[in-house]
């Protein structure tokens, strides 16, 4: 069965309210009651000790006894003095049955301690409230006062109260059931926004937002309900992101792929068929080579790409020294950079050294070289090593085509270069190269930056901690 959340809150704070206010009146009338009998008890007791006291004094005379019957009479008090054998003495002013006591009562009364029942019934022929007092002289019990009281006023004045209890309870109760009402429904709204805007997640709208506060535990939920949403709105962007670039990718690597295999198609049908001159077979199978190679590059910047992306790189540091690092560099795209009329420059500070893994810094240097002879024509790639501080600096600067400063973020992005290499790129490059530089730099806990300027020029820097951190 169903039970709404309001009902339930308000069943459960008038569950609390009437086993409190139950409780509360029980205990409230309880002590009205204790505290009515003990006035009249303490009311008889002292108009018994004043009589006493005038008993010792000797001032005890019919005008003495009348006094006390006036007041005592007026406020429907009876009393009686009675001997050491309970017998009630002269003049009576007592119209009650025979005064009759315990044993136990009449031990107490001699040993000086008075008896108090607050409403007794077994020896009056009603509820009273009744006292008697010992009369001690030199030790010796010789008598004592009989004081008694009818209860029903009392009584009436107690229901009185629970009556008044009542009402105020019954007051308090209608208005705590208003409140209750009022607060369970504001609480149920609320949580209501946050069912509605959950519904509204779970049929892929995404786009939601719940008010939300630090008062209670409701709005830190709402706080912690619109972080959520923003983060799956993060993720699904960044979902949507990947899945935009896993086509992109794609295509584009089916474009890369299909001019060499288209290429490689042709020759070896023109050498099946000989359709090819004998004076051109040998340039056909160079071209072959040379599109394989091109293949053989692409998946395996993929593969670098995807391993690094992964966390899959494991570099092994050392000492290296910057000068025969850059030379290196420097004999291995030698041919390449005069292919394009370019002069490739050392700048090397004496005694620069590197901690990198050897191979993977060989990778960085040289996707960022090919980077610059690709893009400069008959000019100057220049390569700069030098210690600064607690990091080597790296810097390869060229005198090309340059780029936009909104290009310059572009260039990390994998494939961003694709356009470019189909048309103008010999040697194989799939604009993969420089995604792959960042992730191995970062992986160096090194940084690389560029700056760049249109028909002027582009600089990389890169700086790699000098000691392992």
């Known amino acids: 069965m169903k039970v709404k959340y309001l009902y339930q809150q308000i069943v459960s704070h008038l569950g ?34 004043n009589i006493l006291l005038d008993l010792e004094r000797g ?29 009630l003495l002269n003049p009576i002013r007592w119209q009650g049955p025979p005064l009759v006591l315990t044993e136990k009562e009449w031990r107490q009364l001699q040993a000086g301690a008075p008896i108090v029942s607050k409403y007794d019934l077994k020896r009056f022929d009603q509820h009273v409230t009744f006292v008697a007092l010992p009369y001690i002289v030199q030790g010796n019990f010789v008598g004592g006062i009989l004081l008694t009281s009818p209860i029903e006023g009392t009584q009436e004045m107690i229901s009185k109260i629970n009556q008044y209890l009542l009402y105020a309870a019954l007051i308090a109760l209608g208005v705590s059931v208003l409140l209750s009402w009022l607060l369970s429904k504001v609480h ?25 506060s630090s008062f209670d535990e409701i709005g830190e939920l709402a706080q912690d309900f619109n972080k959520m949403v923003h983060k799956i709105n993060t993720s699904m962007e960044e979902i949507e992101s990947l899945e935009n670039r896993r086509r992109q990718f794609m295509a584009d690597v089916s474009h890369e792929m299909r001019t060499p295999l288209t290429t490689i198609s042709g020759v070896i049908e023109g050498l099946r068929n000989d359709m090819i001159p004998e004076a ?35 570099l092994n540091k050392e000492l290296i020294e910057v000068e025969e690092l850059l030379e290196i560099i420097k004999e291995q795209l030698f041919l390449q950079a005069d292919e394009k009329g370019n002069r490739i420059h050392l700048e090397i500070e ?28 008959n000019g100057q790639v220049t390569l700069r090593g030098k210690v600064d501080g607690n990091y080597t600096v790296i810097e390869i600067e060229d005198t090309g085509i340059g780029m936009d400063p909104e290009e310059i973020e572009k260039i990390w992005r994998r494939f961003y270069k694709a356009d470019i290499s189909r048309t103008s ?45």
């Not at 409230?28 to 008889?44: A, G, M």
């Not at 604009?431 to 990389?460: A, C, P, R, W």
Request: glycine fraction near 6%; charge should be positive; hydrophobic fraction near 40%.
């Open 350 to 377: 004496e005694g620069a050294t590197l901690f990198a893994d050897y191979d993977r810094m060989l990778q960085i240097l040289i996707n960022i070289t090919k980077n610059s002879i690709q893009f400069t024509n």
């Open 425 to 469: 790129n010999p040697y194989g490059a799939f604009g993969l190269g420089l995604s792959i530089v960042k992730q191995l730099v970062e992986l160096h806990e090194g940084k690389i930056t560029v700056t760049s300027q249109k028909d002027k020029g582009t600089k990389f820097f890169i700086k790699i901690p000098l000691e392992q951190r």
């Open 188 to 212: 149920v709204n609320r949580i209501k926004k946050i069912q509605e805007a959950t519904s509204m997640v779970s049929s892929g709208n995404y786009n939601v937002n719940v008010p939300s």
């Open 280 to 314: 051109e077979k040998e340039k056909g199978m160079n071209l072959v080579s040379k599109e394989t190679k091109r293949l053989i590059r692409l998946v395996n910047e993929n593969l670098d790409f995807e391993k690094i992306r992964s966390n899959q790189v494991k």
């Open 16 to 49: 609390v309210l009437l086993v409190a206010f139950i409780v509360l009146s029980l205990l409230f009338s309880q002590y009205i009651e204790d505290l009515v009998y003990q006035n009249k008890t303490d009311e008889l007791i002292s108009y018994g000790e």
């Open 59 to 87: 001032n005890w005379s019919e005008q003495v006894i009348n006094q006390y019957a006036n007041v005592l009479f007026g406020r429907d008090i009876q009393f009686s003095v009675f001997d050491e054998k309970i017998k």
